[in-house]
């Protein structure tokens, strides 16, 4: 495989869009998303040893705590997540749920047993009309996501194919609810990341990364990836890309329809300051595409996909820094 050294799986493990390691622990936590030929996803959690899957969610014996309890887990489909480290093994993770309604549940994950448990805190339903993507827990209960496209608009993805604006972030405070942040609107907004000063969004439909200030709308810069970006996450002080290469009408058609897409895969690194690109692997497989996430586990590369029943680990390339 092109750029890539001793690869192996962790397999069967379904559609897992969107991945974090858990800290302190050997297990990752993935999100699943539903597809055409499996109406139900969940939450899933791997044993960075012996590679061992576990379903977390649904469970039976899990309810929220409390707020809204609108969201049917018999058609549940996660997509993006976010987990903010707390003290003592006890963390906040928050996903983004498709299914049965667009909403972000969050959950307290306690790693201090023997394997991580959830608690389902409550569910937030996403803001109006929103396809959601990605999501940040910025603490206090304050979240940021992306939206992809107006969820009422039929022509969404046919405006997204011609480069148009199509989505933006929206934050949430639990005092005001929703609002759509000015200056952060794109093509296809997909993955997410935020400092203090800057969100981080991934433009799928046009193939670009935005960084977009959180306070003043004209501060904004786009650049150019050659591949069309999904989600983005924190490697110390640099964003690690995962994305894929494809025509997007195609591309979407077949999320749509199959279970499985070999589309070429992309991961690269990004210094947010300067915003300079550097690609860490390229490849393509006859097992693996389509590429959503990309970080590093015990000094190996994993990588997985929103439509495979895989994740791929790789030795770590020279040019990642541990």
Known sequence: MDGLVDVTYVQPILNPEDMAVIPGTRWVITTGL???GHPRGGLRAVHTQDLRVLQ??????IRPRSGDDGTDVEAFSAHGLSLRAGPDGIHDLAVVHHGSRESIELFRLDATGHEPALTWERSVPHAANALGNAVVALGGGRLAATNQA?????DAFVEMAHGEDTGDVVEYNPANGWRHVPGTAGCGPNGLEADDEFYYVALWGSGCL???SRTNPGDRLVVELGF???NLHWHGELLLI???VGELAELDRLHATTDIMLAPSVVALVDPASMTVERVAEFTSDVFGFASTAIVVEDRLWVSSARCDRIL???RPANLPG
Do not use: C, Q, Y
């Not at 977390?56 to 014996?61: A, S």
């Not at 107006?150 to 039929?154: G, R, T, V």
């Open 34 to 36: 539903a597809s055409a």
């Open 56 to 61: 977390v969610f649904p469970r039976k014996e």
């Open 150 to 154: 107006d969820i009422s608009d039929p």
């Open 210 to 212: 935005l960084r977009a």
């Open 228 to 230: 069309r970006p999904d």
């Open 242 to 244: 995962a994305g894929h």
């Open 313 to 315: 680990t790789a030795r």
